[in-house]
């Protein structure tokens, strides 16, 4: 069964602080995801990943970053959070365009609380 | 958002019955993968689709790539149907999602 982890599940931050999410997936899937859910919005990404060492800025990328080390772990950060990134935020992993299944399998989710 | 729509937004079943969720796309969409989203928040794989059709169970979906839309049917609703469906397309290495219809399953 696919597994993605995301650490913390719930984070509470002050506005102007460093936040950092983290996903490790145990897929060996190439191809990692990072999205934001708001009410009315859907999954918006933010970044992806091809593999290790590859990062790619998706749909909103303005005030986060990413860093992919390895092929299993996937961070998301926030240098200086603001309240307006207050949200859901979820990873996933996948092998779109590949030789695999090419579904996506997400993790539990991290809800972030900017104060 | 506004590459992929679904409608409806929200919809209201009794239990027993059928019905069926949409997507229209304004990008060109290689592959459809349709979610439930729980009420604990939790995403459920339902279907991955190339153009053309799956059934699981209680549940079919279809994709047209060159009409640019995807269909969910749920026949026989349960309470436990209940949710929100997204749909999602894929372009180029990307996965856009829709905004999600909201499934409330009436007993």
Not at chain 1, 50 to 58: F, L, W
Not at chain 2, 62 to 77: G, M, N, P, Q, V
Request: with cysteine.
């Amino acid at each position: 069964e696919a597994a993605v982890t995301q650490s913390p599940r719930n984070k509470v931050a002050v506005t102007g602080g460093k936040v950092t999410l983290s996903c490790n997936q145990t897929n060996n899937h190439n191809n990692m995801y990072w999205y934001r859910q708001d009410t009315g919005h859907g999954l918006r990404l933010i970044h992806y990943s091809y593999g290790a060492g590859s990062t790619e800025k998706g749909d909103i990328p303005d005030g986060y970053k990413a860093s992919r080390p390895s092929q299993e772990n996937f961070s998301l950060i926030l240098e200086l959070a603001t309240p307006s990134q207050t949200s859901v935020y979820f990873c996933a992993s996948g092998d779109l365009g590949g030789v695999n299944t090419g579904q996506l399998y997400f993790g539990e989710g991290s809800k972030l609380t900017v104060l | 958002g506004d590459k992929v729509k679904q409608s409806p937004s929200a919809l209201s079943l009794q239990e027993g019955t059928n019905s069926a969720l949409r997507c229209n796309f304004s990008i060109a969409a290689t592959t459809v993968q349709w979610f439930l989203q729980n009420p604990r928040g939790s995403l459920i794989n339902l279907f991955y689709l190339v153009p053309g059709t799956k059934e699981n169970g209680r549940l079919k979906s279809a994709f047209d790539s060159k009409e640019s839309y995807s269909t969910l049917h749920i026949r026989d609703a349960q309470l436990e149907d209940s949710g929100t469906y997204f749909c999602a397309a894929e372009n180029t290495n990307k996965v856009v999602f829709g905004t999600g219809t909201r499934l409330q399953v009436l007993p």
